[in-house]
């Protein structure tokens, strides 16, 4: 099993910046593909960012293009997302989840870590 744990989330104003962090455990990170999502009062949860095994290869959703970054640290276990220029509608709970590489289904989720934007 694999276990996802996030940190980094909080309040922030508009225009500022947050870096999220996914600790993972219970096997080799470096075998896991790592995505982040998010999931906004109401909505559904919605795809942010992924990124392959190596960090070479990163996938964004378009609100998150210029402005998310993704990355992962092998050492250390911990994946990343760091968000700049947040606006009020970023204000989510984001969840650090990762696969195995070959499937297409996502199959560790993080328990969620709240990013609130104040306008």
């Known amino acids: 099993q694999v276990q996802l744990v996030e940190s980094g989330g909080g309040l922030v104003q508009a225009g500022g910046s947050l870096r999220l962090s996914c600790a993972a455990s219970g096997r ?26 190596s960090g070479g290869t990163t996938h ?18 911990t994946g990343y997302l760091q968000m700049n220029s947040l606006k009020p509608e970023d204000t989510a709970v984001y969840y650090c989840t990762a696969h195995l590489d070959g499937r297409t289904q996502w199959d560790y989720w993080g328990q969620g870590t709240q990013v609130t934007v104040s306008s």
């Open 60 to 77: 964004y959703a378009d609100f998150g293009e210029g402005r998310f970054t993704i990355s992962r640290d092998n050492a250390k276990n």
């Open 28 to 53: 080799t990170f470096s075998s896991l593909v790592m995505g982040w999502f998010r999931q906004a009062p109401g909505k559904e949860r919605e795809f942010v960012a992924a990124i392959g095994l």
